[in-house]
């Protein structure tokens, strides 16, 4: 085997182990995992890309509860790949399994995670013996909030529910961001800001961050639409997250709503283009299916309400919430902006921000989108080979076959990773730039009103125009709004810019 989905394979002659041996065995339409596992005939462990390479030492048995060992112990959980495995299967080699080995710690999370997943109970009676162990394993993936299990002598430590629970690998850049303790570094530059130019500065940034989420859609809205955008973000995390509250949301962000149905769609739904000559869609990604919205934006509402306390990582929680809900797309017009307000609430709501203060999240996304564009392509360009569809008549999609738990289970991993990124950018860069920006404007505004006079009017639209010029006063400013300034008068302003401006 040289090729596998796609995949080269970095040595002739190596074999598949743990969920990518499942994956071809019983030929499950799933994502294959980031990096699959290899059982090299080499004693050489190593790494490639797509790839985890193991000794023959590390070689598993050819069954299904030998693969499945091999995968919880090196790869972690991948739960989309273990309810396509649990249906094709059914019940019977779990059951099996766990009487063979009643306290074995992979039986019994492998027990757990079949009656999770599949909503059914197995012929098993509850564990008697056997340590009491995590679900998942904290080493390879971020855990959630932890309720034992009496009857699979388990801790259920998953970040999520049944029908919503992406998973985050732990990484090298993962513990970095988190060993920098940014919620302490958080509160220390908004205490550090006075009160007054904490204010002004939430001021603009609201609408700055306003104007850039619709920017990321192509669009230039309008001032008052900015502004309106920018009240809600301003509200965010204040009133509780529901599907109502997303549906105020919606009725925001789509000002005229005449050419778009306002509410959870009712139809298939996907992003990209149309072929100019034919009119059939090519989608860069495909929604899930409107018969699944409810069950879905319910599981993803339940998840966030089971991971919001104390204990939560709110970065993650942001990212895993707010992505999961674009991945869906569960409704016509409106998914990114309400996307990327959500990542706003879920900091506010947890603490992470003070309310009324936006971390511009959307303005740093917008200097990086060619990076948020693969953030998103991450999780769907693998899944596209995964459904099947038709175009319907009016230039849309019809999702032919069951999809729902492509948008259940994921890996979040590089969504986390780039939300707290954007995080930082925003917190060690945006957000003081504006403060800095604030009090030598009101350093230039001091000193100009103390040498002329000037109303605070004039002063503000002076600054506009140095702000414009790079420190200098167009022919037309000198000429018009401010022909009453000698040059001499001119000169003296843009050298205090420069010396309160330039440092």
């Known amino acids: 085997m040289t090729v596998f989905h796609d995949r080269l394979v970095p040595e002739e002659g190596a074999l598949l182990a743990g969920y990518m041996a499942i994956i071809n065995a019983y030929q499950l339409a799933v994502p294959l995992p980031e990096r699959g596992a290899l059982i090299s005939r080499r004693h050489k462990r190593y790494e490639t890309a797509q790839w985890r390479v193991f000794t023959p030492r590390h070689q598993p048995d050819d069954t299904l509860s030998a693969h499945l060992t091999f995968a919880l112990k090196y790869e972690g959980l991948d739960l989309g790949v273990l309810k396509a495995v649990f249906s094709h299967t059914?019940?019977?080699?779990?059951?099996?399994?766990?009487?063979?080995?009643?306290?074995?710690?992979?039986?019994?999370r492998v027990w757990f995670l079949y009656e999770w997943l599949m909503e059914q109970q197995l012929n098993l009676p509850d564990a008697k013996q056997g340590l009491l162990i995590d679900v998942l394993d904290a080493s390879i993936q971020y855990p959630g909030t932890s309720t034992p299990s009496k009857r699979h002598r388990v801790r259920n430590n998953l970040p999520g529910v049944p029908h919503f629970c992406p998973l985050v690998r732990c990484t090298s850049t993962l513990n970095r961001f988190m060993s920098m303790q940014l919620y302490a570094q958080t509160e220390r530059v908004v205490k550090a800001t006075p009160a007054e130019v904490l204010t002004r500065a939430a001021a603009f940034l609201l609408l700055k961050d306003s104007r850039a989420s619709f920017q990321i859609e192509h669009e230039n809205p309008s001032q008052q639409r900015a502004e309106h955008w920018g009240q809600a973000l301003g509200n965010a995390g204040l009133l509780p997250l529901t599907k109502e509250e997303l549906l105020r949301l919606q009725t925001i962000v789509l000002a005229d709503n005449r050419f778009v149905a306002l509410g959870f769609r009712s139809e298939g739904g996907f992003i990209g283009?149309?072929?100019?000559?034919?009119?059939?869609?090519?989608?860069?990604?495909?929604?899930?299916?409107?018969q699944d919205l409810t069950l879905l934006v319910d599981a993803l509402l339940a998840a966030y309400e089971k991971e919001r306390g104390e204990a939560c990582d709110p970065i993650m929680l942001a990212a895993t919430i707010a992505f999961g809900f674009v991945f869906i797309h569960p409704f016509v017009d409106g998914n990114g902006r309400i996307h990327r307000y959500l990542m706003q609430h879920i900091l506010v709501a947890c603490g992470m921000v003070p309310a009324g203060v936006v971390f511009p999240l959307s303005a740093v996304i917008l200097q990086q989108l060619e990076a948020y564009k693969q953030v998103l392509e991450n999780f769907s360009r693998p899944r596209l080979a995964c459904i099947s569809w038709h175009p319907t008549e009016r230039g849309n999609i019809e999702v032919l076959n069951e999809t729902r738990d492509l948008y259940s289970y994921f890996d979040a991993t590089k969504q986390v990773e780039f939300l707290y990124e954007c995080f930082y950018q925003a917190l060690h860069h945006e957000f003081p730039e504006e403060i800095l920006y604030l009090e030598r404007y009101d350093a230039m505004k001091d000193a100009i009103k103390q040498k002329f006079g000037m109303p605070d009017t004039k002063i503000s639209l002076l600054l506009r125009f140095l702000d414009a010029q790079n420190g200098k006063l167009s022919q037309r400013a000198r000429q018009q709004e401010f022909a009453m300034l000698s040059a001499d008068e001119c000169q003296y302003i843009e050298e205090l810019y420069v010396s309160i401006f330039k440092v």
């Open 273 to 290: 283009l149309h072929d100019r000559r034919t009119g059939m869609p090519l989608p860069d990604h495909i929604s899930a299916r409107w």
């Open 90 to 108: 059914g019940p019977e080699e779990i059951i099996l399994w766990v009487q063979a080995e009643p306290t074995s710690r992979y039986s019994r």
